[in-house]
């Protein structure tokens, strides 16, 4: 135990000097404001006379940019970009440390290899609470503007609403992570892992929901994809109309779906730990 | 005796087809700078990963401090070098030391004694991808003394290090032995190795093919002799000294004595009315000894190398 939170310590101590790290963290950030807030509130002001009209009606649009609505609309980018951008966090965290060879020093270091990889994944689950808990609170401020600015209610939401959509962020953000650790580990390297990672979430899981809508056996493997679950537990928190976020989906319940997002994080953990365990480090 | 801290038997890396290492059995003893020498390509980077955990051996063992490589319990005693220093090239130096201080569950301050060590205090604030080569590696040595070791394992370290900062690296193993630690030192600086090393291990092809002190492999010394007419000296030289003990290479004589007996020889042979030319100490340098020894193995000769094998 206490390898591993030596190693925790150590793990939060390089994350936090690491500037990619800011980088993608300011990224989704920056997204997040952006497809939340930003093009939905130019739509709304320019009556949706611009090219980026969505089909919800004004009234829908505002309400999902007032502080009430931040449970449902905060994880919306999660499952596609945030997904993605958390993907690429995991890779780069794994993969560069083959690349420049500090899993070799690490590991010549004292800590097991089993507590030196638990150290980087409950390090990486602090960036995850931190990145969450960030996105919530400039998504409440940003909301806040627009309700004093719109002279509508500014009140917040529920704390129970609040709570679980945390609680679902962190869950979809966690897994994307996981799965990009273990890509990094697999690859032994940055730049293999982040495309191949990259592949999967934006273009094979797509492709093979789309393959399935015309070879419904197909779906069987499709329902249960990580995206797929990511996608639902962000459709399960959503009850407004119009077209949705692309990658948030209705195709799971939520429970099935933190069932299927929570085996996927264990299994992705413990299988980067097997097999950085069993290959030598050359 | 003195007990081995590191002890390998038999150890062997095969890769496919390919063996690394060869049924590897060397002994490092407490307190020794152990040289570990070969070309390269020999095995000696693979064995000493295995001996440090980061590769499993297809089969043989390795022990360090009575343990297996890898345990916590003998990293915590263990500083390592291998390959070349591997950092965060983002963090600072400092930064860098204080990671893996953490990682070792030493204070923060740990880094800044290593800093001091080996020269990069002034330096340490500054990016690790920034560094030149010889900081790099000074900062990889640096690593390697986090928590004061018993046992120092450093793989090439004075790569990329110019004169100056080899001398001051030579002067930093001396210091650490003199001080308690144990050193297994793989180098091709054999100069180096000579100078500072009580005993080495010569490996070539994956095998081990000679473990002994440096003396014992450099072998006695002998006399050297120019002298005129040579036939006559090395009639009374034979008479004085015995017939095995003298031999003719090139237009001299070698005499396989000690070289305490210079003067007995240069009285001999004056009192007989030889002129004398030349009288000289000769002795083999680890390079000597290197170069025949792995030249021997690539040539087939395992049988004579066999011999020069000492426990």
Redo the contacts between chains.
């Keep these: 135990m206490n390898a591993v939170i030596a190693s925790t310590r150590a793990e939060l101590l390089r994350l936090r000097k690491w500037p990619s790290m800011w980088v993608l963290l300011a990224a989704w950030i920056v997204l997040n404001l952006v497809f939340v807030y930003l093009f939905n509130y130019i739509t709304f002001a320019t009556g949706g006379t611009t090219d980026m009209a969505s089909s919800a009606p004004p009234d829908v649009l505002l309400a999902q940019m007032l502080p009430s609505a931040v449970p449902q609309v905060f994880t919306q980018g999660m499952a596609m970009f945030g997904g993605a951008l958390m993907l690429i966090l995991g890779a780069l965290t794994i993969g560069s440390g083959y690349g420049w060879g500090t899993w070799k020093t690490v590991f010549t270091q004292g800590p097991p290899r089993s507590a030196a990889l638990t150290g980087t994944l409950l390090a990486l689950l602090t960036v995850v609470i931190g990145l969450v808990l960030t996105v919530a609170a400039v998504d409440l401020g940003v909301a806040s503007v627009v309700a004093v600015a719109e002279s509508e209610s500014a009140s917040l939401p529920a704390a129970d609403a609040m709570l679980k959509a945390l609680a679902s962020g962190v869950l979809i953000l966690g897994m994307w992570t996981a799965a990009g650790v273990l890509v990094g580990a697999l690859a032994r390297g940055p730049a293999l892992s982040v495309g191949l990672g990259l592949m999967w979430v934006l273009v094979v899981e797509n492709l093979l929901r789309g393959v399935a809508a015309v070879l419904d056996p197909v779906s069987v493997v499709t329902d249960f994809l990580p995206g797929t679950a990511a996608g639902s537990l962000a459709g399960s928190l959503r009850d407004f109309g119009g077209d949705t976020t692309p990658g948030v989906l209705n195709i799971l319940d939520g429970g099935t779906s933190v069932l299927l997002l929570a085996g996927y994080v264990a299994a992705f953990a413990l299988g980067t730990v097997w097999l950085v365990r069993r290959r030598d480090v050359n | 005796m003195t007990s081995g801290i590191v002890v390998t038997d038999k150890l062997t890396k095969r890769y496919g087809e390919h063996t690394a290492v060869d049924a590897v059995s060397l002994t490092v003893r407490a307190g020794e700078v152990y040289g570990f020498l070969g070309p390269n390509g020999a095995g000696k980077t693979t064995t000493l ?1 295995m001996l ?5 051996p297809t089969s043989g063992s390795a022990t360090l401090f009575g343990r297996s490589p ?1 345990n ?1 319990a003998v ?2 005693r ?1 500083g ?1 070098l ?10 600072s130096g400092r ?1 860098n030391l ?3 201080s ?4 030493l204070p923060d301050d740990a880094a800044e004694a290593a800093l001091h060590r080996v020269g990069l205090r002034e330096r340490g604030h500054d990016r690790f991808r920034t560094y030149s080569l010889g900081m790099k590696q000074r900062l990889g040595v640096a ?1 390697a003394l ?1 928590g004061e070791p018993d046992l120092l394992i450093l793989d090439e370290p004075t790569n990329g290090l110019d004169p100056a900062g080899m001398a001051e690296m030579r002067e930093l193993i001396v210091e650490l032995a003199h001080s308690g630690h144990s050193v297994l030192l793989s180098s091709h600086m054999l100069s180096e190795v000579q100078e500072i090393c009580d005993r080495v291990g010569v490996i070539s092809r994956g095998e081990l093919i000679a473990q002994s002190t440096v003396a014992e492999l450099r072998g006695d010394t002998s006399l050297l002799v120019r002298a005129d007419p040579r036939e006559r000296a090395a009639a009374v030289l034979a008479e004085l000294l015995g017939h095995d003990v003298v031999d003719t290479v090139g237009d001299a004589l070698t005499l396989a004595v000690s070289p305490d007996l210079a003067p007995k020889v240069a009285r001999v042979l004056v009192d007989a009315g030889i002129d004398v030319h030349e009288l000289a100490r000769r002795e083999r340098s680890l390079e000597d000894v290197f170069f025949d020894l792995t030249s021997d193995v690539t040539a087939g000769d395992h049988t004579s190398n066999d011999a020069r094998r000492v426990s």
Excluded at chain 2, 52 to 56: A, D, E, K, N, Q
Excluded at chain 2, 82 to 91: D, K, N, R, T
């Design positions: 990963r440090t955990g980061l590769v499993r890898g916590s990293a915590a263990t390592v291998i390959e070349g220093p591997g950092f965060f090239p983002y963090l930064d204080r990671v893996l953490r990682y070792r569950r690593a986090l």
